[in-house]
């Protein structure tokens, strides 16, 4: 087992803080790797190095130098599953320090152990995500055998139908650009994964930006009350509002991990520009499709062609008025309700629209024109 400076650095300074006492952490040749006197790092300590090639049990240092480069003092190897790793020095006469050493050497023993563990699931947790990466991220040969194998290696049943879920947070950048977002972003993470595991087959990914759910094939009615409920839990418990895209039904068994990622990722992006829906499936989307291909200087300059002539303000309520509208179904008189004017008002307003644009905002021609344009206004840079 080879210990870093950096985990030694760690256990000498715990240790320290709470035994009030000089110490060293020896490699397994005798040099001091990590001390509370940073000033002796990296120098060779005679006694220790004769420690573990002896395999003795203690040394016991009365003067300095009586060893190279060692201090007066008492010495342990430390001892993991039977092999020497280093070795814990404390600084000091016998008398002060010695009652110290078997507590010093068994809390490093076990500190060593526990780093052990968490260092190894990091690499697990690693390897994990590298496979995750590439099965979502990227198109993969799913029978390729030693794709396969990696899959086997995480106890991931490719054959399992599944379907792909994103979440994200609605208003991300405000949380991304601070310490203290960025800790929300963290904690929701764990949230959500700590939810996916207690969800039989279920498996969690993140990119930067996104949580992605594999979740086992279900229809969208069981899958929109599960993302609701999702949605609605870290609301409540962290006071952030997230949104969901999903996939298509009709893929589950036809299409790999990666192409339903891309679906559910159109669908997400279709939610993003929806202020009413929270769960948005890809079987929903419409002309959302293809707005985010098109260049913002392409969506300004589409706006600018159909609003033409009508200053910032106008734009602004006539976006509003042609939203209800159209959400209305053309509908003149629930319109005019839901902004609190008559209804021959309203129909003066969208006269002069045609007359100010060209195009007459109830005309089937029209129609289409307004829609974009209205939604490329709401979602403007």
Known sequence: MKISGKTAQGIIDELSSVLQQQLNFFNESGVILASTNHERIGQFHGGAAKLIAEHLDELTIYRDEEYPGARQGCNFPLTIDSVTVGAIGITGEYQEVCRYGQIIKKMTELMIRENDVLERKKIEDRIRDRFLDDWILSAQDETDSMFVRRANAQRIDLNLPRRVALLRIRNLKQYADTPDGQQMIDRI????????????????????????????????????????????????????????????????????????????????????????????????????????????????????????????EEVEEYAALLTTLYENDGSITRTAQAHFIHKNTLQYKLNRLMDKTGYNPRSCSSIPLYYLAVLFYKHRP
Request: aromatic content about 12%; hydrophobic content about 45%.
């Open 189 to 312: 993470n764990r949230h959500v994964r700590q939810y996916m595991a207690g969800l039989s087959g279920g498996i969690f990914s993140k990119t930067p930006s996104l949580m992605i759910l594999l979740l086992p094939a279900m229809p969208d009615r069981d899958m929109r009350g599960l993302l609701m409920r999702s949605l609605a839990d870290v609301e409540e418990r962290f006071g952030v509002f997230l949104i969901a895209g999903a996939d298509s039904f009709d893929d589950v068994g036809k299409l790999s991990i990666h192409h339903a990622y891309v679906k559910a990722f159109d669908a997400l992006n279709a939610c993003s520009l929806s202020e009413e829906k929270r769960v948005f499936f890809y079987d929903e989307t419409t002309y959302e499709l293809f707005l985010s291909e098109l260049s913002e200087r392409s969506r300004l300059r589409f706006i600018q062609r159909v609003f033409g002539g009508l200053s910032e």
